[in-house]
């Protein structure tokens, strides 16, 4: 099993680098095919976000935890934040109509389309989201 572990202060300008350095470290050092890598970041771009917006109430002085994993073709994520999470059966559908215009609420479901598994916890003051996707590793790459 590989595996890498970071915090970061949760700075919505820090975002988007987190983003692109996970996406550099799959492609470069895991040498995780390029598509899969598209897919697996849809999900964890709306799950950070939703722990920065949602989890952390963009309080840039909590931090977010990422632990990325590879083992039996499969890459899994794990980000946490220090919110008090939500029961998934409490988000509104956003496919239904009464929804479909509101700004938010897609996320959770961009996720699911994007990636093979998502599940939620709390484990020792932290919420996690842990999405799972089954990849291909990019030979000599």
Not at 15 to 40: Q, S
Request: aromatic share 10%; proline share 4%.
């Amino acid at each position: 099993m590989k595996r890498v572990e970071f915090e970061f202060s949760a700075k919505i300008k820090l975002l988007n680098i987190v983003e692109k350095g996970i996406e550099y470290f799959l492609l470069n050092l895991w040498k995780i095919d390029e598509d899969d890598i598209y897919w697996f970041m849809v999900g964890v771009h709306e799950v950070i976000v939703n722990a920065y917006l949602h989890g952390n109430k963009k309080d840039e002085s909590l931090p977010i935890r990422v632990v990325l994993m590879l083992h039996g073709g499969e890459i899994i994520a794990r980000i946490s934040d220090k919110g008090d999470g939500f029961n998934e059966n409490d988000i509104p559908d956003p496919t239904s109509p009464e929804n479909l215009l509101k700004p938010s609420g897609r996320g959770i479901l961009f996720t699911k389309n994007a990636c093979d598994s998502l599940r939620f916890f709390r484990e020792d003051n932290w919420f996690t989201v842990e999405i799972k996707k089954k990849v291909k590793e990019v030979q000599n790459a």
